[in-house]
């Protein structure tokens, strides 16, 4: 059974609580995690990279010098890419990057990302987590004391706390997500997986992992 460190919301240690098998212990897949951090990656490009041919540049027309009798190489227009300021050769031109994964691929992934990380005993749950007034200093204080300060953690949420996303915004490396919007790059990238109890139980809800950001 994958289990998770528990803490009050103060950060203080409770023990530990049994994480559901249905999505902490499943077979981990490194090539359909590795599918879809690529198509995540690749569906942040804008694609919007261009550069000018020789045909869009200013410049041509007349010839540079005639064809022979100069000494120089031949050259018919001083739009051609070996010319400074010529056009570029088989530049970038704007494209589209995206990738899709199916359903069911994107789900794997998800299921696989969160079951390597507790096998790595880097899932912490607690029991509810939030502050009072929106200061990064108490939040700094609560981790602190979970001993979960200075990595990159990824706090997940069953549903917004305003103070909460305030107070986490100036801790580098930090970002709190809904469950129901956390992709396999997320969980990846975090050092830390930071749970609240009721997103831990979102989790039992088989909508929550269905539409999973690729």
Do not use: C
Not at 142 to 164: C, F, T
Request: proline share 4%; net charge positive; hydrophobic share 40%.
């Amino acid at each position: 059974m994958a289990k998770a460190k528990l803490f009050a919301a103060d950060g203080s240690a409770k023990g530990e609580m049994d994480l559901p098998s249905s999505h902490f212990e499943q077979e981990i897949s490194e090539a359909i995690m590795h599918q879809a951090v690529e198509a995540f990656l690749a569906n942040q490009r804008q694609g919007t990279a261009k550069t000018k041919g020789r045909s869009e540049v200013s410049g041509g027309g007349k010839k540079p010098w005639k064809q022979k009798g100069t000494g120089r190489a031949r050259s018919g227009s001083n739009t051609s890419p070996i010319w400074v300021r010529g056009g570029k050769a088989h530049g970038p031109q704007p494209r589209s990057y995206h990738k899709d994964l199916n359903r069911k691929v994107r789900r794997k992934a998800f299921l696989s990302a969160l079951s390597l990380k507790a096998s790595e005993n880097s899932v912490f749950v607690f029991e509810a987590l939030g502050v009072e007034t929106p200061k990064t200093k108490l939040l700094s204080e609560i981790l602190k004391k979970a001993a979960l300060s200075g990595g990159k953690n990824l706090i997940l949420v069953n549903e917004p706390d305003g103070n909460l996303i305030l107070a986490a915004r100036n801790i580098p490396d930090m970002s709190v997500v809904r469950v129901q919007d956390v992709n396999t790059y997320a969980l990846l990238n975090a050092a830390n997986v930071i749970f609240t109890d009721a997103a831990i139980k979102a989790l039992g809800d088989a909508r929550a992992v269905t539409e999973v950001k690729a």
